[in-house]
């Protein structure tokens, strides 16, 4: 049975089909994961291979395939045989905001099948030492007393963090400049300004 909801900040794995013989596995099972080695998907995506080669009795290897927020991992899920030999690992900005900023040569919702959702991953909001707010509602208020726009700092367009950002920001009266860093490149901004339903 397919479902269509996606649970925000939530990793789960997804089989692009599952192979119902009795026999499974004969072979390797790849685990793809969407970002680079070192990173909370991929230490989740490795811990999750050796628990899954434990109880099938065969190996499970991680592929690491990144770039485009994600979906190109997805991308090979999806378009790999429908055997249940490739398998995938992600969360919100791979299976749910890639598809709302950007044209994907797949469809998440009925392309892939949901196994299972094994971590949670909490947002945080950190700064540096010498801005003079002890929780949130002081540096919601430190910022809003600011002439120029609070700078947050994200993973980039498509990511949670950059989602955050641009939609919560403004609604607590904040003017937030979202900054990223793209390789090769100076850093790229965008600047999101109070929204009419803000809560002063």
């Given at each position: 049975m397919k479902t269509r909801r996606f649970l925000p900040w939530i990793a789960g794995l997804a089989f692009a089909a599952?192979?119902?013989?009795?026999?499974?596995?004969t072979r390797t099972v790849t685990l793809v994961s969407p970002f680079?080695?070192?990173?909370?998907?991929?230490?989740?995506?490795?811990?999750?291979?050796?628990?899954?080669?434990?109880?099938?009795?065969?190996?499970?290897v991680v592929e690491n395939v990144t770039g485009a927020g994600g979906s190109i991992a997805v991308?090979?899920?999806?378009?790999?045989?429908p055997d249940g030999y490739t398998v995938g690992i992600g969360h919100l900005g791979t299976h749910v905001i890639t598809g709302a900023v950007q044209?994907?040569?797949?469809?998440?919702?009925?392309?892939?099948?949901?196994?299972?959702?094994?971590?949670?991953?909490?947002?945080?909001?950190?700064?540096?030492?010498?801005v003079p707010a002890k929780t949130l509602q002081d540096f919601v208020a430190w910022a809003k007393g600011k002439a120029?726009?609070?700078?947050?700092?994200?993973?980039?367009?498509?990511?949670?963090?950059f989602f955050i950002t641009r939609r919560i920001m403004p609604r607590f009266c904040m003017s937030a400049r979202t900054a990223w860093a793209t390789p090769g490149y100076w850093t790229l901004t965008a600047t999101s300004r109070p929204s009419g339903t803000c809560a002063r």
């Amino acid at each position: 049975m397919k479902t269509r909801r996606f649970l925000p900040w939530i990793a789960g794995l997804a089989f692009a089909a599952c192979a119902g013989a009795q026999s499974f596995p004969t072979r390797t099972v790849t685990l793809v994961s969407p970002f680079p080695p070192g990173g909370s998907t991929d230490a989740i995506a490795r811990i999750m291979a050796q628990r899954m080669g434990t109880s099938l009795g065969q190996t499970v290897v991680v592929e690491n395939v990144t770039g485009a927020g994600g979906s190109i991992a997805v991308g090979k899920v999806v378009h790999s045989a429908p055997d249940g030999y490739t398998v995938g690992i992600g969360h919100l900005g791979t299976h749910v905001i890639t598809g709302a900023v950007q044209e994907l040569q797949y469809n998440a919702l009925t392309d892939l099948d949901p196994v299972g959702m094994v971590a949670s991953n909490p947002q945080i909001i950190v700064s540096k030492n010498d801005v003079p707010a002890k929780t949130l509602q002081d540096f919601v208020a430190w910022a809003k007393g600011k002439a120029a726009p609070v700078t947050s700092g994200t993973g980039g367009p498509g990511t949670g963090t950059f989602f955050i950002t641009r939609r919560i920001m403004p609604r607590f009266c904040m003017s937030a400049r979202t900054a990223w860093a793209t390789p090769g490149y100076w850093t790229l901004t965008a600047t999101s300004r109070p929204s009419g339903t803000c809560a002063r």
